[in-house]
C-alpha cells in the first residue's frame, strides 16, 4: 500500500486519499466500504482491482493491515530516524545479548554499542 496523500479537491479544500499498489488513489471512505466488502468475502477469492493483477480476499487484507499498522507506527516521535532504526543495530544488540547471557563468552568493550556502554560495565572482560 501506498503512502496517504493530500489531493486539492474543488470546493471543500483538501480531501485525503489513500493510494493502492494498482497506482488508482481513493478516498478514505472508499477504502474503508472495500475494507469492509472485502473483510466479509472468503479469504480464498481472487479479486481485480488491488494490484496490477488478480489477488486473494486474503493478501489484500494483510496488505490493508499492514498498512494501517505502518501509519500508526509513523506516528512514533522519532520513527524511523537515527541509529537504533538501522539493521545493524538489532543485529548487534542480539549478539551482545547472547554473549552477555553466555557463560563461557567474554564482553569487550568494542563489542558492545556505546549507549549500553554504561549499563554493561560490570560484564566486560580485562
Wanted: contains cysteine; proline residues 4%.
Amino acid at each position: 500500500m501506498k503512502k496517504e496523500t493530500v489531493v486539492q479537491a474543488r470546493r471543500s479544500g483538501a480531501v485525503r486519499v489513500i493510494g493502492l499498489p494498482n497506482g488508482r488513489d481513493v478516498t478514505i471512505k472508499a477504502y474503508v466500504a472495500a475494507w469492509k466488502r472485502v473483510s466479509s468475502l472468503p479469504r480464498e477469492i481472487e479479486l481485480k482491482g488491488w494490484d496490477l493483477f488478480a489477488t486473494s480476499a486474503g493478501e489484500i487484507l494483510e496488505d490493508i493491515r499492514a498498512g494501517v499498522h505502518d501509519r500508526i507506527n509513523r506516528h512514533v516521535p522519532a520513527y524511523g530516524k537515527g541509529r537504533k532504526w538501522a539493521d545493524s543495530w538489532f543485529f548487534d544488540t542480539f549478539r551482545l545479548s547472547r554473549i552477555v547471557n553466555s557463560p563461557y563468552l567474554r564482553v569487550y568493550k568494542s563489542q558492545c554499542p556505546v549507549e549500553l556502554r554504561g549499563k554493561l560495565l560490570h560484564r566486560f572482560a580485562e
